[in-house]
């Protein structure tokens, strides 16, 4: 079945550092790829996607590149700020069924 | 603003205790879903329904069952809880079609069996 790995978190940086979260993904077809965001106290939103190969999801800063070569779907922001302290997760989704998550990986900024 | 609401934020129940979670939708969503969130675990699907009346098992429905009579509402219910049900339960809706993965998500209901 589709499945979902992401790095283990959890992950603390400084202010302005540089940010990867690491998202890989198995699956029988060609799924469309997400990230959520779920800062505390909240439920998750979503971030970004991304729905063929070589498509970059953005907003707020972070991106993501699908990678079918690599099924790949890793993170990046340029410069965290403390307000990115979350726990993030990768998704997929595959023919319209109901997404399958990543187990999330906790983010801490410290300024 | 787009809301989906639940109706408690943290409960507390007995082992044994037949247990309701409530969750509402604002936007007229086809699609809602139950989910539990455990540390280490991440997100697991545990019911989920297309429309009015109808429903469809998640990964990890044992222990439970759900109920939507009304199309903004969708009730998790535990029979009869046990301890390791205790867990983070989110609900969360879409519309249909294409947008059955960009879902919105309520605060979530932390409930503790003892």
């Known amino acids: 079945g589709n499945s979902v790995t992401q790095m283990e978190g959890p992950v603390t940086l400084s202010e302005e550092a540089f940010l990867t979260i690491n998202c890989t993904y198995t699956?029988?077809?060609?799924?469309?790829l997400f990230w959520y965001v779920q800062y505390p106290g909240e439920g998750l939103q979503l971030l970004l996607k991304?729905?063929?190969?070589?498509d970059k999801g953005s907003n707020k800063g972070f991106e993501a590149t699908y990678r079918k070569e690599t099924t790949s779907f890793h993170l990046e922001k340029g410069s965290v700020q403390v307000s990115d302290s979350a726990v993030y997760f990768c998704?997929?989704?595959?023919?319209?069924?109901?997404?399958?998550f990543g187990k999330g990986t906790r983010l801490s900024v410290i300024a | 603003d787009v809301k989906v609401t639940q109706s408690s934020r943290y409960l507390v129940k007995r082992t044994g205790e037949k247990v309701f979670l409530e969750c509402v939708q604002d936007?007229?969503?086809?699609?809602m879903f139950w989910y539990r969130q455990d540390p280490g675990l991440g997100l697991r699907l545990i019911y989920f329904?297309?429309?009015?009346?109808?429903?469809e098992k998640g990964d990890i429905p044992e222990g439970y069952s759900v109920s939507r009579e009304k199309k903004e509402r969708f009730s998790l219910i535990l029979e009869s809880a046990s301890t390791n049900q205790t867990s983070m339960y989110l609900c969360?809706?879409?519309?249909?079609?294409?947008?059955?993965?960009?879902?919105?998500f309520g605060p979530g209901t932390r409930l503790t069996v003892t």
């Open positions: 969360a809706s879409s519309s249909a079609g294409q947008k059955l993965y960009e879902q919105y």
């Open positions: 936007m007229d969503h086809e699609n």
């Open positions: 329904s297309y429309d009015v009346k109808m429903k």
């Open positions: 699956a029988t077809g060609y799924p469309s």
């Open positions: 998704a997929l989704s595959e023919r319209n069924t109901p997404l399958v």
């Open positions: 991304a729905t063929k190969a070589d």
